[in-house]
């Protein structure tokens, strides 16, 4: 059942005030992170929401250009804590993404840890010795309460309370067996859940934790086997036969568990041992074995070769109770030297030796390990989360914000049912193991993109049967828009992107009849990931132009001229209905129209029945010339550093300060000093202001009550922004709002919001409370109102992808200071992208000079010269 809150808070703010000037949109939108994180989950998988199909193609014959961005996945020291720097993925969980920035740095979690240990009672802290010196030296916060251990439970309370019936008999006595473990057991548990998967962790390297007192008791504590309920008699062949995906899952429970393993009894292959000794240590171990290898991987490989190959000292008869008669006599009975006992014997030994140098190691167990990772995608609604992700909810909640008012509603319908949660985590895993295929390993060849085609036609009758659940609950079941978010947690949503992908791969192997398929089988549903359609109606309408004509096993006419004007005619209709398709993002329309225009030429239709797309022809952005004094660094270190580039950030000189000399600014300022000597003003800002006129226009309709999407009390924004789902879920109300920011009330919406939330600065997404209004106030007039709409629009369809990429300088002036006859400001309004010498426009820039000129709004391309360079030390 749903829980209801309504939100009201009134915390005093605190809320710093920001620069005006960023530098570049993805670092102005990016949080406040802290230590990079560490961990991602559910192996690594990035969330898919949005994902790849970005680009329009420039050229008229070529396919269309996808923006993926490709995960890099850093790996972690098997041994070593959360202190270490590491470059990680920039992904946020769902619920992250939607918080206010936040520090989460150790500070904080310390600060956080010493607020939960104070409100121990002062009868508890009286029975401790030594209290007052604790607090002195602030150690007596260690042991006490952990941030980490805080937000692991928070997460297990919260799902367990709402949607206990995901988890089976056996899975709630774990949760059980883990509350009766100690503080001290539980915060290892924690840290190690945190760190690589099925990582071996050395017992000697985990006793620096200051908040575990008894490192090995904690440890015995985790390797204690416990008992389960045995399922009943025949239970099991029931539900094999019921449910054959739950017996398949890897995470099936026995009748006893371990919430740790142990290396005595898991660790038998020299392989493995090998693996967790350091270099330091393999390069030991091979000059007592003489072998040779350059790194860490040479030598394990020729350590396992070696164990392979030579012969090991109880395999020549060696004895440890006899050191006088060590070898068999000559008349003694043949020995057995079967070569299964030999290579057994030669593996004991070098899996001794290095277990030796090893010591003991523990692991967690997979079985636990992946039932608290499920736990998690079901708190979190994301498949992935870091060790940020775990603290930054608690921080949230003691951080002094105000955020806007809006029903909370946990609800326990996202996983309809247990069956529904596992399908959905084998999808993700799916989808993980197409994007290792695809992008993680290199170029994946023929090979590579026959194994992607196996997957998908592993789960396409699966994926096709879901499809039409999913249809008819969309038409008889849902009421208020929410199958537009639950969706995301639907196995069809990654098979979609599976299907997505095996297009993708039928066309690299010239399959393009199967590909036509696919693609049109995409495009019959409209439920998962809409903003894909637009790339599938480019690709589709390509391949019904260049290649179906000769694919078509079966054409109908035989000569192959009047089969081309078949196809040539299919792809226009193509083309016209991606045009009339709503969610067929405005991106997209460039190409699409570029297609038509030549398709209808070579059909010789008509001129009077060909389109006419004049009034939103993409125009060329000006071209705009600026010259000022550059001013180069003197560094004679840097001329001699091979394999670097010339930088193309450039220092230059503007206009004196207020003590009279010039001062040193980057590009964008010099030339936005030029232009407001030409009567504009403007901020450099590049997304940032975008991003806060959304806020203003858009705040009643982004804290619109739709289920599911406010899950905590202290969101910035609805779960569903950053997807595909935001625009559907709210297809009526954008669709509103839009009509009313093109007649022209862009203005008294921006006022009123600001009248009504600017004493409290109320957190909300994207917007900066530092713009002032009276600018804001005549941007909008001098936007025109049609142009305004068709950027927001662009932007209520894909707020993530598309807040990068903005010109860097937006602009405007009124002209000549007229009145319009609703008595707003005539005026005009121009974004500047700004370009040094070494610089050019990035495929993102390019996408928004699209949308920006395609809806009426100037923009230039500014090129800064340098008409003197003045070198400085």
Known sequence: MDRFVMRSNSRPSSVPRKSFVTTKSNKSSRRDEGPPAKKLRLDQVKDSDDDDDSLISSNDDSDVLQAAQTSKLDSDEADQDSGLDRKAMQNETALESCLPAISTDQEAIEEYESMRTSQVSQSDQDNVDGTAARIETRSWVRGKSSIYVDAFNLALDTVLQDEAHLFDEKERRVFEQWRALSYEAQYLYVRLFLRKTASWHRVGHLKHYRDISDTDLAIASLLEPRKLPEEPEGQSKELQVQDPLTCTQETSLTDTFTFADNSEFFIKTVDEAASLLSLDELKILAKEAKVRGNNKASLVKALCRMSAQQAGLLSLGLRRSSTNASLDSNDSPPRDESPDKENSNRNAHFLAKMLATTGPLIRLSE?????????????????????????????????????????VCRSSNIFASRRHLLEFEDSVRKEFDVDKILEFNGPPGDQGFL????????????????????????????????????????AAHGYTRIAHKGAHALGRLHRYKEEHELLSELLEQHLFHPSRRGSWYQRRALLEEHYMWEADSAPVPADSEVQKKHWWRVALATCESALQDRDCHLIYHYDLQKRLLKLEKRLRIPRRLQHDFGHVKLQRPEEHTVHGVQ???????????????????????????EDGKPQHVSVEEMCLSYYRSQGWKGYHSEGGILRTLFAYLFFDVLFLYIPNVFQTAFQTCPLDLHTDAFYPARASEINRRLVEIANGDGEKLVRQVHERERERRTCVVGLNWDFDIQDLLELVACFDGEALAAVCKVMAQDYKARGGGVPDLVLWRTTGGGVKPDGSLEGEVMFSEVKSANDRLSDTQRLWIHVLTGAGVRVALCNAVAKEVKTIG
């Open 367 to 407: 079985p636990i390990f992946k039932l608290f990772e499920r736990v998690h995608l079901v708190f979190y609604r994301s498949t992935l989360w870091t060790e940020k992700s775990l603290t930054t909810i608690i921080l949230a909640k003691i951080s002094r914000r105000n955020f806007p008012e809006y029903l």
């Open 451 to 490: 194994a992607v085609l196996d997957i998908f036609e592993g789960i396409s009758a699966r994926w096709r049967q879901l499809l039409r659940e999913e249809r008819h609950r969309e038409d008889n079941v849902y009421e208020f828009g929410e199958g537009g978010y639950l969706r995301r947690f639907n």
């Open 631 to 657: 001013l180069a660094k003197d560094d004679p270190d840097a001329k001699g550093k091979a394999g670097r580039g010339q930088s193309t950030k450039t220092i230059w000189l503007d206009e004196p300060g």
